[in-house]
């Protein structure tokens, strides 16, 4: 029984990740359990069985896709100092996720926020809930930096987390669209100048 339910979980491990994949590049939309099961070498029952239905398993692909992108950015900026020296290590996690994350389209909480944006529904709520998340992350980054006097009092901690965010789907949009390689470092730049609030020498 143990063997078993094992065998299942690596299973539905291995359709998750090749969903990842291919959804980076289709869309969670696009995402169809004949491409997966052909992919695969499975048939299509034995791909949506272990989720019972195609948005289910769209939703283990989008679930998956945060927890990476959490994983690299978040978690490990855990480990610095609050205040300015973690939100500096979350702006260098973030542009180095962005120069080289784990799937071949680009940041996949970008795409599919645009993606589901405009379409009701269980995936959207759940890409919802992940980018307030992150948001209110991001926020609670900044008000630290603010308390500890390292970030200026004077500026609005919501409209930092707009700027951040803007420059971050922005720099997405330069790589995988216009092929700027420059485009993460250039974004590490412009949020550290963000973060500094104008003060010389902050945003080396």
């Not at 299973?11 to 995402?31: C, E, K, N, P, Y």
């Not at 990476?68 to 180095?96: H, K, M, Q």
């Not at 995936?123 to 930096?145: G, K, M, N, P």
């Amino acid at each position: 029984m143990r063997h078993s339910a094992e065998e299942a979980r690596r299973t539905r491990d291995r359709i998750v990740a090749a969903g990842v994949a291919r959804a980076s590049t289709d869309g969670l939309h696009g995402l169809t359990i004949g491409s997966l099961a052909e992919e695969l070498g499975m048939s299509k029952a034995g791909v949506v069985g272990p989720f019972g239905s195609r948005v289910d398993l769209q939703s283990a692909v989008l679930s998956r896709a945060v927890d990476l992108f959490t994983r690299a950015v978040a978690a490990p900026s855990l480990n610095a100092e609050a205040g300015l020296p973690r939100l500096r290590v979350v702006i260098d996690l973030w542009c180095r996720y962005l120069d080289g994350g784990p799937f071949p389209n680009g940041c996949f909480v970008t795409a599919a926020s645009c993606e589901l944006d405009g379409r009701p529904g269980e995936l959207r709520e759940s890409i919802h809930d992940a980018v307030t998340r992150w948001r209110a992350f991001l926020r609670d980054q900044v008000t630290a930096a603010q308390a500890a006097g390292d970030v200026p009092a004077d500026r609005d901690a919501d409209d930092l987390v707009t700027v951040l965010t803007g420059i971050a789907m922005a720099a997405n949009q330069e790589l995988q669209l216009l092929d700027d390689g420059r485009a993460p470092a250039r974004a590490r730049r412009l949020m550290l100048a963000a973060v500094a609030g104008g003060r010389g020498g902050e945003a080396s």
